[in-house]
């Protein structure tokens, strides 16, 4: 049997492995009294995100044409979300620490990703930390806090327009969120963080967070999650350009 490393005991939790796979490593956690308490914590920790935020995800977006008044919720829900971010991030880092020296938090990257552009996207006021106008401040600025040079692609050629990005707490350390606009008032943002292993997962992957799809890659330093409440296919044309444009 091929050796079982974390990625796949998230997948396994997540139940993004094939049948064959998987009954692999339920046999393998069978016999790992310890990897099958890091399946339990990883479990709760999943449990716990669902509880608080499957209702954020499963909100309609607001109209984007008249600005909300204030209200202490989305404010609540705010705070309370970049709560959760930290946590876990600390359980990851916990968790890697105590087994594997294999990364451990690509699998969680698609429900990050998830959280955060269900938190933002209907934000009228205040989507972004830094807007469109200054974008070279913009990537300067995350590129420092990331450590490591950023570019920041265009969507225009499927309608879609800057709107600007912000700072995020990631797993492993900073990341950073940048959000899009079309015409329609439909909002899509791009996930990045560090990768721990350069070129690992090249290939796109799919995830559903309640209302929210993610596609999610690594592709040389960094993972890349690009989230949206459109079709899938529409989408997959946004992630693929993404794509391409960082690798022209």
């Known amino acids: 049997m091929n050796p079982v490393s974390e990625e796949e005991l998230h997948a396994y939790v997540d139940g993004q492995l094939d049948a064959t796979r998987h009954a692999a490593v339920a046999l393998f956690l069978a016999a790992q009294p310890e990897a099958a308490a890091r399946v339990a914590a990883y479990r709760r920790q999943n449990e716990m995100l669902h509880a608080a935020f499957d209702p954020v995800l499963a909100e309609p977006l607001p109209s984007l044409a008249k600005p909300r008044p204030f209200r202490f919720m989305p404010q609540f829900r705010l705070a309370a979300a970049l709560g959760w971010l930290t946590l876990g991030g600390l359980l990851g880092w ?12 690509f699998a969680a990257m698609p429900k990050q990703a998830a959280i955060a552009h269900a938190v933002y996207t209907p934000e009228v006021r205040h989507p972004v930390e830094v807007g469109a106008e200054q974008e070279a401040h913009l990537t300067a600025w995350l590129s420092k806090r990331l450590g490591i040079p950023l570019r920041v692609p265009q969507l225009n050629a499927i309608g879609f327009q800057l709107v600007g990005g912000r700072l995020l707490p990631g797993e492993s350390g900073p990341a950073a969120q940048f959000m899009y ?9 791009l996930y990045l963080r560090t990768a721990q292993e350069r070129n690992r997962e090249t290939a796109f992957r799919y995830a559903q967070e309640g209302r929210v799809g993610v596609f999610y890659w690594v592709d040389g330093a960094l993972g890349y999650a690009m989230s949206g409440e459109i079709e899938r296919t529409q989408l997959l044309e946004a992630a693929t350009l993404v794509y391409r444009e960082l690798n022209s």
């Open 181 to 189: 606009q079309n015409s329609q008032g439909q909002r899509l943002t």
């Open 94 to 105: 916990f968790m890697h620490g105590s087994g594997s020296s294999r990364p451990t938090d």
